[in-house]
């Protein structure tokens, strides 16, 4: 509970020190974004979640073939240990194929990340936005600050 807190605080101390010096200077401008929500629509996303369905899939399919292979196997009564060697061989396959996929996507899964909250920095600066804070950090906000779809037209017609 403590480790959650001092964030919140954090935050709070920044948000209010950032009010002060905002109120003799001008009109603070600040919203929020759900970030989760526009990756999930930022059409480079999309077409990364196909291939990596795709590419899933292609693996899925494998594995389904080896474990067909043992099926037959232990219907054929083969011995324990060609079985054992067969179950053994899926699993380091199985294991193979999750370290593929992980490398291969990662690198991209973060790139694109990077590429929203980029994106976003921009639309902020485009728009006079001072402030622009997740919807994770924000408790409540009006629903008039949230400019999430904004941001994911903006970041779609890019």
């Known amino acids: 509970m403590k480790k959650l807190f001092l964030p919140f605080v954090l935050v709070g101390v920044l948000l209010a020190t950032l009010l002060v010096s905002q109120s003799s200077t001008g009109s603070l401008r600040v919203a929020y974004v759900d970030i989760e929500k526009a990756t999930e629509n930022y059409q480079k996303w999309k077409d990364l979640n196909e291939k990596y369905r795709r590419d899933y899939s292609f693996y899925q399919n494998k594995l389904k073939e080896m474990e067909s292979e043992l099926k037959k196997m232990q219907e054929e009564g083969r011995s324990q240990e060609e079985i054992?060697?067969?179950?053994?061989?899926?699993?380091?396959?199985?294991?193979?194929?999750?370290?593929?996929?992980?490398?291969?996507?990662?690198?991209?899964?973060?790139?694109?990340?990077?590429?929203?909250?980029?994106?976003?920095?921009?639309?902020?600066?485009?728009?006079?936005?001072?402030?622009?804070?997740?919807?994770?950090?924000?408790?409540?906000?009006?629903?008039?600050?949230?400019?999430t779809e904004q941001v994911i037209a903006y970041i779609n017609q890019q």
């Open 84 to 147: 054992q060697a067969k179950q053994k061989e899926i699993l380091a396959k199985k294991t193979e194929y999750e370290n593929l996929l992980k490398s291969e996507y990662q690198p991209k899964i973060q790139e694109i990340m990077n590429e929203v909250v980029k994106k976003i920095q921009e639309y902020a600066s485009v728009m006079g936005y001072d402030l622009v804070f997740t919807n994770q950090v924000v408790v409540y906000g009006n629903p008039a600050l949230d400019i």
